[in-house]
């Protein structure tokens, strides 16, 4: 079974319009953590911002949000005022507390910021 | 953010030849390093945990004996991919854990095999 799903291999956003990117997951450790990182077209996969199971707030990192619904299993990622250099692939992952900080990557998602 | 090098950054070989790729902390100890592969539009997919001093954990489906780990030192991990063939033809990632908890990834290896 998958344990980190990302439903949308493409999304569109204009730009300076805000856009989420899905990402659910499946475990049944109550320690884990949830990423999303930015890999650009250059390769290097670029961290964006950390939630852990525990957290009672929502992660914010300047544009970036996460939309945790720990009930629903879903760590979705928000990109407020999009802009030109946000066009990447971004990836969610997961990492479980019992397995010695391995990372579990989603299938990724491709945005492209219009102008 | 600490700082993870990769060596090569690309390389072109032969098919039946072998390719060594580092991996290096460069700022901090990592007991800890992980390998992953990459093909293109893919996304990326855990081959092993390197532990320093011992051997490494590979991931289902992936054979110990093309994909050579060594883990020498706290700061250098090696991948080494033995009798290279087309189909192994990927973007090899690296990351390093720091004090156990932070993962931070190399800039990423592009193996061409002809």
């Known amino acids: 079974a998958q344990k980190i799903t990302q439903t949308q291999p493409g999304m569109f956003v204009q730009e300076k319009e805000a856009v989420t990117l899905d990402c659910t997951y499946d475990t049944s450790d109550p320690s884990y953590g949830l990423f999303w990182y930015k890999q650009p077209s250059s390769g290097e996969m670029i961290f964006l911002i950390y939630?852990?199971?525990?957290?009672?707030q929502n992660a914010t990192e300047g544009r970036y949000s996460l939309n945790f619904q720990k009930a629903r299993k879903s760590a979705n990622l928000v990109i407020s005022a999009s802009q030109l250099g946000d066009s990447a692939m971004y990836f969610c992952?997961?990492?479980?507390?019992?397995?010695?900080?391995?990372?579990?990557f989603g299938q990724g998602t491709e945005l492209s910021v219009k102008p | 953010g600490a700082v993870v090098s990769q060596h090569p950054s690309w390389v072109i070989c032969k098919s039946g030849t072998s390719v060594k790729i580092e991996c290096r902390s460069l700022?901090?100890?990592?007991?800890?390093m992980f390998w992953y592969r990459q093909f293109p539009k893919q996304s990326l997919m855990l081959m092993a945990t390197s532990n320093e001093g011992s051997k490494a954990t590979y991931e289902q489906g992936v054979e110990k004996d093309k994909f050579l780990i060594n883990h020498a030192s706290l700061t250098l991990s090696t991948l080494t991919v033995t009798s290279a063939h087309p189909e192994d033809s990927s973007f090899y990632i690296c990351?390093?854990?720091?004090?156990?908890?932070?993962?931070?990834f190399g800039p990423g290896t592009r193996l061409t095999v002809l």
């Open positions: 992952a997961m990492r479980e507390g019992n397995q010695g900080g391995k990372l579990i």
């Open positions: 990351s390093a854990l720091r004090l156990g908890r932070e993962q931070f």
């Open positions: 700022d901090f100890q990592a007991t800890t």
């Open positions: 939630q852990g199971s525990y957290d009672q």
